[in-house]
């Protein structure tokens, strides 16, 4: 089953923030995020594991809480750069290795 | 960490005929990861590649559309067969490697295929 991303769009102006959800229907080992900006293959931002981590590095941050099966992103004070459309992926099992990309969401950053 | 050479970058091909994309890891790897995004879309695993044994495949795809061939650790083809319009995507390898203390998946630059 797909994760479902909220919102599926968002547009900010630079310096704003930006909350974006992940919610799965099926226990999850690990959560990543992922940023593809167009034309480009997708870039790796975090993985959170199992244990209700919480991450960050910069101004980008994430939370996962495997008890409701969700994971969010924290954009804060958002910069230009930060455009593109974010992915999370999940993981079931550890050691399973595929990972399962959710409905995206499109963030554009306006000056 | 783990650099993917995935050609080719884009083809225009006509209908019935197959395409081959081939990848390219700079390191020996067990598993490698195709993947389909339709535009606009996310990313649908096809299939994973294992070395030494058949890829196995999600459902919805199938061998005969879409053989995979992975004749060594670092080396693997995806080929898109009897080709369609509704085929046009972006085809992305992918292996999972380490940066730093996070797991993560690398992945190609992608073969963008447009059907004619």
């Known amino acids: 089953q797909q994760p479902v991303q909220s919102p599926q769009a968002v547009i900010l102006r630079e310096g704003e923030d930006a909350v974006i959800n992940c919610s799965s229907s099926?226990?999850?080992?690990?959560v990543h995020w992922y940023r593809q900006k167009h034309g480009e293959a997708p870039v790796f931002l975090m993985i959170l594991l199992k244990g209700g981590e919480q991450k960050g590095h910069d101004k980008i941050s994430a939370s996962f809480n495997e008890k409701k099966q969700q994971s969010s992103l924290y954009l804060t004070a958002s910069q230009l750069s930060y455009s593109g459309t974010y992915f999370c992926?999940?993981?079931?099992?550890?050691?399973?290795?595929?990972?399962?990309f959710g409905t995206g969401t499109r963030l554009t950053i306006i000056p | 960490s783990a650099v993917i050479s995935q050609k080719p970058s884009r083809d225009i091909c006509q209908r019935g005929t197959s395409l081959t994309i081939q990848c390219q890891v700079d390191?020996?790897?067990?598993?490698m990861f195709w993947y389909r995004q339709q535009p606009g879309q996310s990313l649908t695993l096809i299939a994973t590649a294992n070395q030494g044994s058949e890829a196995t495949y999600e459902s919805g795809f199938v061998i005969d559309k879409f053989p995979i061939s992975r004749p060594n650790l670092t080396f693997s083809t995806l080929t898109v067969s009897n080709m369609s319009p509704e085929d046009s995507s972006i085809y992305l390898c992918s292996v999972r490697g380490w940066r730093g203390s996070d797991e993560k998946l690398f992945f190609g630059s992608g073969t963008q295929l447009s059907v004619l």
């Open positions: 099926k226990a999850l080992y690990s």
């Open positions: 992926g999940t993981e079931m099992n550890f050691g399973n290795e595929k990972l399962t």
């Open positions: 390191s020996q790897v067990t598993m």
